[in-house]
């Protein structure tokens, strides 16, 4: 009689060196891969909400000036106490467009609270350096001084609004922009430089044509340094006060601006025309 033979019980196979590689590396591949499209996806997140933020702002701006006989809103007023800022000496452009806005908060004093409709999320995670009321807000009100035509007059010891009649091409205007409380290139007022006597020391002759340089928030500028001094530009090289036009450029190498119509708009560029008041 034959005597069947017992089935030998399978080997079981590790897997080898080699083979744990090449998996490591494909995995590696492909998150290389897919990470920088999810943080991009991310990022358009935020534009988006940045845009919303800002399109209610610019709603908010044309109904305050509707309110005040058609003149725009000026960067503050002498009054304090505003619901925004809460200021004991005046009210800031947050202040006076707050009633007009679906939603926002009242800063608190603590750098992580919520500051609803004028809070950019992307802006959050950048150093602020020294935490105080321009750095708690950050969209920048339009308050150039190119060529005498401004969108709203600010002399650093005065401010009005001007009006609406003055914005000769609503839709190629700059109301507001990424940044902290008020922006634009070449400020007049308090903040122009003691040493710059007209824009020309700037970018010579005023061409509306003439492409305005950004701050840098890389190198390690805090966010106040970056877009209040404006230290470097995207090139590195470092640039006289108040000669950039002060935009984060934080959403994918540009930044969501407010126009005069109410619309808003995301660009890389920006041009001295499109920051005054009818070029």
């Known amino acids: 009689m034959c005597k069947?033979?017992?089935?030998?019980?399978?080997?079981?196979?590790?897997?080898?060196?080699i083979e744990i590689l090449v998996v490591i590396a494909i995995i590696a591949i492909l998150a290389a891969?897919?990470?920088?499209v999810f943080s991009r996806a991310r990022e358009s997140a935020r534009r988006a909400s940045c845009a919303s933020n800002m399109k209610q702002i610019g709603l908010a701006w044309i109904m305050y000036s509707q309110d005040y006989d058609e003149m725009t809103t000026p960067m503050?007023?002498?009054?304090?106490?505003?619901?925004?800022l809460n200021l004991s000496d005046r009210s800031y452009?947050?202040?006076?467009?707050?009633p007009y806005v679906k939603s926002g908060s009242n800063k608190s004093g603590d750098g992580d609270s919520k500051r609803g409709v004028f809070t950019c999320t992307s802006t959050n995670s950048l150093p602020l350096g020294t935490e105080d009321y321009w750095t708690s807000v950050r969209y920048a009100y339009n308050q150039s001084n190119l060529n005498n035509d401004y969108i709203v007059f600010d002399s650093g010891s005065e401010s009005r609004g001007v009006s609406m009649a003055r914005l000769g091409h609503p839709s190629q205007t700059i109301t507001f922009s990424e940044g902290i409380l008020g922006g634009g290139p070449f400020l007049g007022g308090s903040d122009k430089p003691s040493n710059i006597t007209d824009q020309s020391a700037i970018y010579g002759t005023y061409d509306f044509n003439t492409p305005i340089k950004r701050a840098s928030n890389e190198r390690g500028a805090t966010?106040?340094?970056?877009l209040e001094k404006g230290l470097l530009d995207e090139n590195g090289t470092t640039l006289s006060a108040m000669a950039t036009d002060r935009t984060l450029h934080q959403h994918m190498d540009g930044s969501n601006y407010v126009f005069a119509d109410g619309h808003v708009k995301w660009m890389k560029k920006t041009t001295l025309g499109m920051w005054t008041a009818n070029s």
């Open 4 to 17: 069947t033979s017992r089935p030998r019980p399978m080997r079981k196979r590790a897997f080898t060196l």
């Open 33 to 36: 891969i897919l990470f920088p």
């Open 76 to 84: 503050y007023i002498w009054a304090g106490g505003g619901p925004y």
């Open 93 to 98: 452009w947050p202040d006076l467009l707050y």
């Open 223 to 226: 966010l106040r340094d970056s």
